[in-house]
């Protein structure tokens, strides 16, 4: 197909530039009308549909960069071949075009995933669901954003002259080729394998509870290659994704965020355990934090000067039992200062009684040897 010439004539090179200018100016006036009103009946067809009105927003640009691309495409595939610069330029449209692509796709992925995100709240207080579901989400989408944006950069490499011949010498030296590449993108290929065994087994999920290295925090972001762990004093800790795979930690929501928390405390003998539980109780009640499951005191272990006193309580999430148990541990020893404070621990001591015999014989000779003595201490010799 060629493009037609005036008057039967066949222009010159610089006429056929211009010709095939104008054309894919035109072309691409068209695509985009064309692409405008698409996306208006798609948007009117598909109203209802959260998936499909997202990509028409979300991915709006790409796909008009596309059709644009696409419609030059068609234009300088019928242009003459004697034209000026033609080679350079279709395989500039070309790789523009598979880059669009690209971006196109992507633009999708990130659709479907705002999609499921808008879905799925997790601002809820029942919200396991929601972040085992955003969790997957985020990590597949990174990991789709990964594999396209190789796919495409494979793309264009392909269309390099003589990138099979460069294909095929690495393959001829693959056996070092490979043993090095291979080390060298150890942590990122391991990071990747890592993220893909998260995203589906999922021992860590966004806004989890961890105790990492001793530190508590909640899971802010997880990335293609690490964690971001908010701690409680606004702290981040990065942590790689295949740390997660390889090493213990504790995850306080793995299954639900409810949480029981202890107050211990050493009391004398002398206290009544039975007061100390009426009050225990009648504290939990009233506190806000308490879910309304556990409310236990126990004597859990005695020494030979005091009581331990264990009180068991649970709260619907660990935010609410740190509050409830330094609530508990205020309330309960105002409780035995104000009504048992003789409860409260003490040093006891016991005097042992002296016989007057050995008391009138130490006294004797400490008179015997009055110069040892010097304002009643003993002298140095």
Not at 49 to 74: D, G
Not at 230 to 258: G, Y
């Amino acid at each position: 197909m060629e493009l037609p010439f005036l008057n039967g004539v066949e222009p010159g090179p610089l006429q056929s530039g211009l010709i095939v200018a104008a054309a894919a100016v035109a072309a691409v006036v068209i695509a985009v009308i064309l692409h405008r009103i698409g996306i208006v009946l798609v948007r009117k067809l598909v109203r209802n549909r959260p998936y499909t009105t997202n990509v028409t927003r979300i991915a709006f640009r790409a796909s008009q960069v596309c059709v644009a691309l696409f419609a030059i495409r068609i234009v300088l595939t019928a242009a003459p071949d004697d034209m000026p610069g033609l080679r350079s330029l279709s395989y500039l449209c070309t790789v523009a075009l598979i880059l669009a692509l690209t971006w196109f796709v992507m633009r999708c992925i990130v659709s479907v995933s705002a999609t499921v995100i808008q879905l799925n709240p997790y601002d809820v207080a029942d919200n396991l669901k929601a972040r085992r579901i955003l969790t997957q989400t985020r990590v597949l989408t990174r990991s789709a954003y990964f594999i396209v944006g190789l796919l495409g950069f494979s793309f264009v490499l392909l269309t390099l002259p003589g990138a099979r011949q460069f294909g095929a010498s690495l393959l001829a030296s693959a056996g070092v080729a490979g043993l090095v590449a291979g080390i060298a993108a150890r942590p990122v290929l391991g990071n990747f394998i890592a993220g893909l065994q998260i995203a589906f087994s999922q021992p860590i999920r966004l806004d989890d509870v961890l105790i990492v290295n001793g530190e508590w925090g909640r899971v802010e972001e997880i990335t293609g290659t690490f964690v971001v762990v908010r701690i409680w004093d606004e702290r981040r800790m990065i942590v790689p994704l295949q740390w997660f795979i390889e090493n213990p930690f504790e995850n306080w929501t793995h299954t639900s965020s409810t949480i029981l928390g202890t107050v211990f405390l050493w009391l004398d003998f002398c206290l009544p355990v039975e007061k100390l539980r009426a009050e225990f109780e009648r504290v939990c009640k009233q506190a806000p934090q308490w879910d309304g499951r556990v409310c236990v005191l126990q004597v859990t272990d005695v020494s030979d000067r005091a009581m331990q006193i264990r009180m068991l309580v649970s709260a619907q999430n660990s935010g609410n039992a740190f509050d409830l148990r330094c609530a508990i541990r205020e309330s309960m020893i105002a409780f035995i200062a104000r009504d048992y404070p003789e409860a409260l621990p003490r040093l006891r001591s016991a005097i042992d009684p002296v016989e007057i015999g050995a008391s009138s014989d130490q006294g004797r000779n400490l008179a015997d040897r009055p110069d040892e003595i010097i304002d009643g201490s003993p002298r140095q010799a």
